[in-house]
């Protein structure tokens, strides 16, 4: 029998009933301090691990590479007018994001690799864009109102699905 009108659709045995156990978002901040890059790193490889988000180990060390490249970014370039740096993990969606904030209204841009050229540093964002790109993922910094930004990254986890019966 088919019927009209707005009655919700009665849900399949397949459809989760929520999100999923280790959705969330979490936020806490750090000192612009270089001691504080590989306490931030510990930090979100600690609570994806907690909320048993699906992540197999190379993701997880992508998002470590990422978390550590943008913190050290915000700590080198940003300190003197932001002396903490805020950081939030987003799970769930099928993404993981990962975000870090200062209060420096510079927008980074990555810097291009020249092989004949002896830089040893600088290249944090190329390397993130780099990781990124091969994980299918997206980033992009956003001002804040307050006049300073937000650089993020996000990347799809590898979440099981199963297949109706």
């Excluded at 929520?18 to 600690?46: E, I, K, M, N």
């Excluded at 799970?91 to 870090?100: F, H, K, N, Q, S």
């Amino acid at each position: 029998m088919d019927s009209l009108g707005s009655a919700p659709p009665q849900p399949s045995a397949a459809e989760p009933p929520g999100p999923p156990a280790y959705a969330g978002a979490w936020r806490f901040t750090a000192p612009a301090l270089d001691s504080s890059v590989p306490q931030v790193r510990h930090a979100v490889r600690d609570l994806i691990r907690r909320q048993r988000a699906p992540v197999n180990d190379e993701l997880m060390q992508s998002l470590l590479l990422i978390v550590s490249e943008l913190v050290t970014n915000s700590v080198r370039h940003a300190a003197l007018l932001s002396p903490e740096v805020g950081v939030e993990v987003s799970l769930g969606g099928g993404w993981v994001r990962v975000a870090v904030e200062d209060g420096h209204p510079y927008r980074p841009k990555a810097l291009a690799a020249e092989p004949d050229h002896e830089l040893t540093g600088g290249r944090g964002l190329l390397l993130v864009k780099a990781y990124v790109t091969e994980g299918g993922g997206t980033c992009d910094v956003e001002q804040t109102a307050a006049g300073g930004k937000v650089v993020w990254a996000a990347l799809p986890l590898q979440v099981q699905r199963t297949p109706p019966p």
